[in-house]
């Protein structure tokens, strides 16, 4: 059997021990006064310094070629999804020059510097690539002794907006995956909710989760004719599965919160109980590594987004920012 279909590919003290009677009656000595925990523990001249050399390390990260020299290179710019976004990239989709997400020709903008003086601790930047795509990206350091580094990037969707954030010397609150304190979800419960939305065959529905965004609905529309190129000689599965650990989540200036992180696409081929054998499409042989499978072709891929959890009663979870990216498969 001759496969045909198209796939939808669209990638941060010292103690001073005193002893000795009534310390607390000389001058000048007394309680240390209480952090600000809410204001930005840097400035947002430094935040915009940290973020123009992250992007700039990211970027010449990101165009490494695959290898022990690029893998170097990608580990000293980049982290979680953002490293592994790279590391699929350089493998699968050497870089050929053009524009990609971590390529950005404009100066990056700071939106938003996590608050207090614990870690983690992150920064929220925007940038527009040469063809106008608008970007976000986060930025973390987990202690004191390590830089920060790019995190996750996701591109916007034409036409989606990020609600304010606020005010930048202040700080913003970074929000456990678990907390849905005045939220219509957590952070967690949102990103798995939308991943169930994606499903096929059987997509999960919610009051609180808008799948109706571009990306869904062009999914939705590439898995339909899938499904009926392929007939009754196979049948196409594709399971979204979200990564809390992979959460990073920034609560906005109207109690809604920004959430990136990182889902999970496995799309399943099966061959039908007449179908022989199953043509690997030629787009995708060097994903799965064969021409041709006996039963089923499986495509992994990262599905890095960026949602809008709105404050309680305030509408829907919905989508604003995607990078997809294929990391591999298997013929069996």
Do not use: F
Request: overall charge negative; hydrophobic content about 45%.
């Amino acid at each position: 059997m001759r496969g045909t279909h198209r796939w939808v590919v669209v990638v941060v003290a010292s103690t001073l021990a005193l002893g000795g009677c009534g310390i607390d009656s000389l001058a000048g000595v007394g309680p240390a006064p209480a952090e600000n925990t809410a204001a930005a523990p840097i400035t947002g001249e430094l935040a915009g310094q940290v973020t123009r050399r992250v992007l700039e390390n990211a970027g010449v990260a990101g165009r490494a070629p695959a290898g022990a020299e690029g893998d170097t290179a990608r580990a000293a710019a980049l982290s979680g999804t953002a490293l592994d976004l790279a590391k699929a990239s350089a493998t699968l989709s050497p870089p050929s020059g053009s524009t990609d997400a971590l390529s950005r020709p404009d100066e990056p903008r700071v939106l938003a510097i996590s608050a207090g003086h614990t870690y983690p601790r992150a920064i929220l930047a925007t940038s527009a690539d040469s063809d106008s795509r608008q970007h976000l990206a986060v930025l973390t350091t987990n202690e004191i002794t390590t830089p920060y580094l790019l995190e996750n990037t996701v591109t916007m969707l034409p036409g989606a907006t990020l609600p304010a954030v606020g005010d930048l010397a202040k700080g913003a609150t970074l929000v456990a995956p678990e907390d849905g304190t005045n939220l219509v979800l957590t952070p967690k419960a949102a990103i798995e909710g939308y991943a169930a939305a994606l499903n096929l065959p059987n997509p999960a529905a919610s009051d609180v989760i808008d799948a109706g965004d571009a990306y869904a609905t062009a999914l939705r529309q590439a898995q339909g004719a899938q499904v009926a190129g392929l007939g009754t000689l196979a049948s196409l599965g594709q399971t979204h599965t979200a990564v809390p650990e992979s959460l990073r989540t920034i609560r906005l200036a109207d109690g809604s919160a920004l959430v990136l992180g990182r889902i999970n696409r496995v799309d399943t081929i099966t061959a039908g109980d007449n179908t022989q054998e199953l043509k690997v499409p030629d787009a995708l042989q060097k994903v799965v590594g064969a021409a041709t499978a006996p039963k089923v072709i499986t495509v992994n891929a990262i599905e890095s987004v960026a949602l809008i959890v709105p404050a309680t009663g305030q509408g829907k979870v919905k989508l604003i920012g995607i990078v997809e990216q294929l990391t591999g498969g298997s013929a069996q």
